[in-house]
Protein backbone atom coordinates (compact mmCIF):
# COMPACT_ATOMS: atom_id res chain seq x y z
CA UNK A 1 0.00 0.00 0.00
CA UNK A 2 1.34 3.89 -0.71
CA UNK A 3 -0.39 6.65 -0.30
CA UNK A 4 -2.55 8.25 -3.07
CA UNK A 5 -4.02 11.50 -3.13
CA UNK A 6 -7.17 12.76 -4.78
CA UNK A 7 -10.28 15.72 -4.86
CA UNK A 8 -13.54 14.20 -4.05
CA UNK A 9 -17.05 15.36 -4.20
CA UNK A 10 -20.12 14.68 -2.86
CA UNK A 11 -23.66 15.36 -1.76
CA UNK A 12 -25.22 14.74 2.03
CA UNK A 13 -26.84 11.41 2.59
CA UNK A 14 -30.29 11.03 3.32
CA UNK A 15 -31.01 11.18 7.33
CA UNK A 16 -27.47 12.48 8.28
CA UNK A 17 -27.01 15.89 9.94
CA UNK A 18 -23.03 16.88 9.18
CA UNK A 19 -24.04 18.42 5.46
CA UNK A 20 -27.91 19.27 6.03
CA UNK A 21 -28.15 22.66 4.86
CA UNK A 22 -25.88 21.86 2.27
CA UNK A 23 -26.03 20.69 -1.68
CA UNK A 24 -22.78 19.05 -0.96
CA UNK A 25 -18.92 19.53 -0.61
CA UNK A 26 -15.24 18.89 -1.80
CA UNK A 27 -12.27 17.98 -0.23
CA UNK A 28 -8.65 16.96 -0.73
CA UNK A 29 -7.75 13.76 0.22
CA UNK A 30 -5.38 11.25 0.64
CA UNK A 31 -5.20 7.35 1.47
CA UNK A 32 -2.79 4.34 1.53
CA UNK A 33 -4.51 2.21 -0.89
CA UNK A 34 -3.30 -0.44 -3.64
CA UNK A 35 -4.20 1.48 -6.61
CA UNK A 36 -6.88 3.99 -7.88
CA UNK A 37 -9.81 1.35 -7.71
CA UNK A 38 -8.78 0.73 -3.94
CA UNK A 39 -8.08 4.61 -3.53
CA UNK A 40 -11.89 4.99 -4.93
CA UNK A 41 -13.36 2.22 -2.68
CA UNK A 42 -11.38 3.40 0.71
CA UNK A 43 -12.35 7.36 0.19
CA UNK A 44 -16.52 6.72 -0.69
CA UNK A 45 -16.59 4.12 2.73
CA UNK A 46 -14.56 7.09 4.59
CA UNK A 47 -16.76 10.03 3.37
CA UNK A 48 -20.13 8.18 4.09
CA UNK A 49 -18.72 7.78 7.37
CA UNK A 50 -18.67 11.91 7.01
CA UNK A 51 -21.85 11.99 6.04
CA UNK A 52 -21.62 12.23 2.18
CA UNK A 53 -22.01 10.19 -0.53
CA UNK A 54 -18.74 10.28 -3.17
CA UNK A 55 -20.27 11.78 -6.74
CA UNK A 56 -17.21 12.80 -8.32
CA UNK A 57 -13.54 12.04 -7.66
CA UNK A 58 -10.27 13.81 -9.66
CA UNK A 59 -6.99 13.99 -9.66
CA UNK A 60 -6.43 10.66 -8.12
CA UNK A 61 -3.05 9.61 -8.25
CA UNK A 62 0.13 7.84 -5.95
CA UNK A 63 2.02 11.06 -3.87
CA UNK A 64 5.27 10.16 -5.16
CA UNK A 65 4.09 10.77 -8.82
CA UNK A 66 3.31 14.37 -7.94
CA UNK A 67 6.91 14.61 -5.99
CA UNK A 68 8.75 13.53 -9.19
CA UNK A 69 7.28 16.77 -11.62
CA UNK A 70 6.12 19.18 -9.33
CA UNK A 71 6.53 20.36 -5.72
CA UNK A 72 3.98 18.75 -3.18
CA UNK A 73 1.68 21.23 -1.82
CA UNK A 74 2.15 21.59 2.30
CA UNK A 75 -1.63 19.93 2.66
CA UNK A 76 -0.75 16.99 1.09
CA UNK A 77 2.80 16.90 3.01
CA UNK A 78 0.92 17.10 6.28
CA UNK A 79 -2.25 14.76 5.40
CA UNK A 80 0.31 11.96 4.25
CA UNK A 81 2.17 11.97 7.37
CA UNK A 82 -0.75 11.20 9.32
CA UNK A 83 -1.28 8.06 6.71
CA UNK A 84 -0.76 4.92 8.87
CA UNK A 85 -2.69 1.52 9.23
CA UNK A 86 -5.08 2.58 12.17
CA UNK A 87 -5.96 5.98 9.92
CA UNK A 88 -5.75 4.84 6.40
CA UNK A 89 -7.72 8.06 4.70
CA UNK A 90 -7.04 11.54 5.81
CA UNK A 91 -9.31 14.67 4.71
CA UNK A 92 -8.36 18.40 4.46
CA UNK A 93 -10.76 20.94 4.80
CA UNK A 94 -14.48 20.28 4.05
CA UNK A 95 -15.48 23.46 1.42
CA UNK A 96 -19.84 22.91 1.05
CA UNK A 97 -21.65 24.16 -1.58
CA UNK A 98 -24.75 26.35 -0.26
CA UNK A 99 -28.33 25.29 0.07
CA UNK A 100 -30.31 26.26 -3.21
CA UNK A 101 -31.93 28.64 -0.68
CA UNK A 102 -29.11 31.12 -0.35
CA UNK A 103 -28.62 31.21 -3.78
CA UNK A 104 -32.52 33.06 -4.07
CA UNK A 105 -31.26 35.60 -0.92
Request: net charge negative.
Given at each position: ??????????????GRDEFADCRGAFVNVVALARDKDDFVQLVSDALADEGL???????????????????????????????????P??????HVFESEEDDDG
Amino acid sequence: MKPWRGLVEGIPLPGRDEFADCRGAFVNVVALARDKDDFVQLVSDALADEGLRATEFEDIEPVHTRRLFRSRPAWMIALANQLNTDTPVVFDTFHVFESEEDDDG
